[in-house]
């Protein structure tokens, strides 16, 4: 039997003892026409983009074994083919969704401490405001808490690169965007001490600063019991005087 008769046969005894689909048997036919082992994936417990994934690896020689395994989808497999192609340790997150993979992968590459961030409790967009401030150097600890939202995580990040007070706003009663209106404040050199209080919604924040931003004596509606639509009514009269 010449090679061309033995890859037939092989194939035939393979498609004969699993059932594949279409784009599965596609994916085993392209291995064997490009002399790949396709025992790796030969196997109808993956489906054609997990094959995809460990065609990738076996074209590029990778280290296939640490992901030819069913229990990985086909994205946490690209994320550890991603991994094993820039030389970085894929253990250290094989374990994690896919898209906290990718997180903590762009850390590994980047040459970011991860165990500050790679945890199963923070979610992928937590991990990337931590990994975004790690790469600017910032203090992280301060915001490196999963009671903070990503959104809120993304207010503290951009007050530290601001060089801004965050000790005023980075606490978990503050929601986004509050903590936005308040940095924006800080940003602006108002005396935000003025709205920076649990009492006052983000909306109410937001007519006080704007007061203080064109400077009017905010103080005749400086109380959380006015509706926002009700501040910035008197905001508006007082800005003609």
Known sequence: ????????????KLINKYNFDEKQKQKIIFGLQNRLDVNWYA????????MDEIIIGLKKDLNVSLYAKPEF?????HEIVLGLERGVDVSIYKEFHSYQMSEIRRGLINNIDVSLYAKHEYSWQQMEQIRKGLKCKLNVSIYANPEFNHLQMREIR???????DVSIYATPQFDAGQMAIIR???EHGLDVSLYASHEFDCFQMQQIRLGLENNINVESYLNPNIDWKEMQRIRLELEKK
């Open 73 to 77: 989808d086909w994205q946490q497999m």
């Open 1 to 12: 039997m010449n090679p061309e008769q033995e890859l037939i046969v092989f194939y035939n």
């Open 158 to 164: 951009k007050g530290l690169e601001n060089d801004l």
């Open 43 to 50: 196997r109808p417990e993956f489906d054609h983009l997990q």
């Open 184 to 186: 924006l404040g800080l």
